[in-house]
């Protein structure tokens, strides 16, 4: 490696500890460093320099730490590890997305009792210029779909089965989705196989920074009347499930951005 050269990290962020836990068990750690009362953690994940953050929930909270990590830490790509509520009735807990396409389910005009959504950034008014959503580099994601090709999450890490990776779209919203009319109504109006809160603001801001971002969610529930308790009992295997996952990944963006 030419070392002359100044190495640029890349930026990982979860909202929550748990989601986080196994990425700070796998840093060696370098400095640490607080801004806007959050901290980042700087070292390297299996060799790559990163900077790991911890933003807590929602879209504003995870525009803070990604700019920050874009524009004070020079961060080269985003990525997000961490779980998500089911929206696609083909899949299950334990199964995996990675977003090829990211929506703000929130973002948009209100007419006549029904959202349409715009592109995050663009006016939601007159006519849709721009899709809605934020769409994973073609080159990033043929990339991605290789090295997940044949891959599963070990029963005993999954909850009993294994847990199926794939990419999908992902829908993120300032809210927990603990009712299955809404679940269903949003995979009604977007399609989709999972829903978050962060997401979608993550690859607003790769999108402005012109840096790429990768959303890895591990469902922790069904985003029905029970995911809160699906939600509180599935955290720590979907975490960390969506870690695996997320140590696959890291070399793939490694490459794209070095
Ligand atoms: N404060 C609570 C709940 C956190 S909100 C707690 O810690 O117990 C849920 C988090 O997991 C968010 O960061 C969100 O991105 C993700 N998530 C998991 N299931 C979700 C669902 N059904 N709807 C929306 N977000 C969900």
Redesign the pocket.
Known sequence: MDRSKTVRPLGIVS??PEEMGGLGLALEKGELVEAAGYHFHHGRVDGHPVVLAEAG?GKVATAIVASLLADRFGCAGLVFS????GLDPALAIGDIVIADELIQHDYGAVAGGRLTAYHPGLAPIGPLTQPAGFRLDPELRRAIAESIAGFSIPPSAAGGRPGRVLLGRVLSGD????CAATRDRLHQDFGGQA????GGALAQVGERFGIPCVVVRCL??L?GAE?HMD??KFLPLAANAATIVVRRVLPIMWAAVS
């Open positions: 909202a929550l929930c961490g779980v998500a509520g809210q927990f989705v603990n829903v978050e809160m962060e922790s529930d985003a995911s939600f509180a």
